[in-house]
């Protein structure tokens, strides 16, 4: 992908079209060159060079859009970092990559000098800072006379992106995407919707992971508004919706519930949607037929992908009401469904979802023993369970780590999920296996009930008796205000089962 070309092609094409919109800020596609360029320049001055690490922990926002393309332009290997990472998970990031040019927030809970003096590949830390009045290093760079950047040649097989799954302190998990890997997900956006230059999308999705990675392509492939936000609130989603007419968007089905949880979700107008997207976890139906009822003129999609894909792998075809299945593959890849053998099972059989072809990573970075257990014999092994119909339509049971074993039973977390969202008390449900001496494992449910409702577990497996057979059913149902919630929105099931471990510990 050359940055350089499209941005230029972008900034002739578009002109004074918004580009990128945060807050009152707007950056037309004439200008997003110029700040890109003399980023570009600065890091090349700093010593930036192709094949470099290029470490970045900002929020959202338009300073993240041109730290990315200037590192592409760089021929660099950008290193995005979650924005909620602490110090230690940062250095772990940082030295495991090698990052030699360091670009991050000013933040109170930060010592960025102590990062950089126990980095020992680290050259330059860039810091940005939005505060009026403070030091920021980074807008100087913005501000600079402009110089372009020397041009740097990339071949496909270069690598581009260290995406780190976790991270965690010690072990993290980065996977290696090159540049032919930056062509994946504009591809399969074409073959899967409509993306035109007169679409809206609204970002509500951090940068530093690949569904948010994937606002920024559509923006500059496609010629895009992108519509910018920091951090994900329900009532400030919505409202941008209105105000910018946003036209399409994907979140996670975690995000959908906050929408529908508010009660001022009939005052807004949401009619300028023409389609939406839920991805990142096994979907209720019901909770994306909810959200239709507030904006009638969308078609609803649902997708399927991994950071480790260039995702998406598979969406809804357009037309189709299907929302239960994650839709169909694109021709960027050949999908397959096996059991434990690696037996390709029958229409309509569960077993774990294979994918192959060149969209595929090329490994987790520096980590030959957990790229082996991913990939093999040509098919990378995603973890996910499903099942195919005849006609071709994928459905996502869940993850190999959500079965629950049941006295020998098969228990999929996400279905006894689904069962729960049906009770129109229910705003959301989580599920897990729990230890039991007697069967080896039961099932546990966390559920939140929507505002002003009143049930008692009592009556929720009641309820689920109904839709469930007696092995599937919770033993036991914990009624909470809330659940934790990743950085993407998702419910983080690790932590509760954390909790449970906890416990136990100390029962």
């Known amino acids: 992908m050359n940055t350089f070309a499209i941005l230029q092609e972008n900034a002739a094409k578009y002109g004074n079209k918004p580009a990128l919109i945060f807050h009152d800020h707007i950056v037309t596609f004439a200008d997003l060159p110029a700040k890109v360029f003399r980023l570009a320049n600065a890091l090349q001055k700093a010593g930036l060079q192709k094949g470099d690490r290029l470490g970045i922990c900002l929020a959202n926002g338009p300073e993240f859009v041109y730290a990315y393309l200037a590192g592409f332009i760089c021929g660099a290997v950008v290193v995005p970092l979650d924005f909620m990472l602490k110090s230690d998970e940062i ?20 010592n960025l000098s102590v990062i950089r003096d126990t980095i020992p590949t680290l050259r330059e830390t860039i810091v940005f800072n939005r505060e009026k009045g403070a030091a920021n290093p980074f807008q100087q760079c913005l501000d600079a006379s402009f110089e372009s950047p020397l041009k740097v040649e990339v071949n496909d097989t270069d690598p581009a992106l260290i995406m780190y799954t976790s991270g965690t302190t ?6 290696l995407l090159n540049y032919q890997h930056l062509k994946g997900s504009p591809e399969a956006m074409k073959y899967f919707v409509d993306l035109t230059d007169k679409d809206i999308k609204l970002a509500a999705i951090p940068f530093s992971h690949v569904a948010g990675f994937i606002y920024i392509q559509n923006c500059i492939i496609f010629g895009i508004t992108l519509v910018i936000m920091d ?15 946003v036209s399409c968007f994907h979140i996670v089905p975690a995000m959908y519930t906050a929408l529908l949880s508010l009660k001022q979700i009939e005052k807004f107008d949401l009619s300028s949607l023409r389609w939406v997207v839920v991805f990142g976890a ?4 019901e909770i994306m037929e909810r959200f239709h009822k507030y904006c009638p003129n969308a078609q609803l999609l649902n997708g399927w992908g991994m950071t480790e894909t260039c995702p998406p792998n598979t969406v809804t075809p357009l037309g189709s009401r299907n929302i239960a ?25 569960i077993g774990e979802i294979l994918i192959r072809g060149w969209i595929v990573m090329k490994e987790y970075y520096k980590d030959p023993e957990s790229t082996a257990q991913m990939k093999r014999n040509g098919w990378l092994y995603t973890g996910d369970i499903g099942r195919k119909d005849e006609e071709g339509f994928i459905y996502i049971v869940g993850r190999k780590k959500e079965m629950i074993k049941v006295a020998g039973q ?19 449900a989580a599920v897990i296996g729990v230890a039991d001496d007697m069967r080896g494992e039961v099932v546990k449910a966390f559920i939140v009930l929507k505002q002003g409702q009143h049930v008692s577990p009592e009556d929720l497996r009641y309820f689920a008796r109904e839709h469930l057979a007696n092995f599937k059913v919770p033993q036991t149902i914990e009624i909470r205000g809330q659940l934790p919630k990743n950085r993407t929105g998702k419910i983080d099931k690790e932590i509760l089962k954390c909790e449970r471990k906890s416990d136990a510990k100390y029962a």
């Open 325 to 349: 299945s994650v839709g169909k593959p694109s021709p960027l890849s050949e999908i397959k469904i096996v059991d434990e053998e690696d037996r390709e099972v029958a229409v309509g059989k």
């Open 231 to 245: 951090r994900f609130n329900p009532y400030e989603f919505l409202r941008l919706v209105q105000e910018h007419k």
């Open 91 to 110: 250095s772990s990031c940082l030295t495991h990559s090698e990052a030699k040019i360091f670009i991050a927030a000013d933040r109170p809970d930060l």
């Open 282 to 285: 096994p979907s209720s139906p």
């Open 410 to 428: 098969i228990v999929y977390a996400p279905e006894v999920e689904s069962a729960f969202y049906k009770h129109e008390s229910v705003l959301e």
């Open 170 to 175: 010690g072990s993290p998990k980065g996977i």
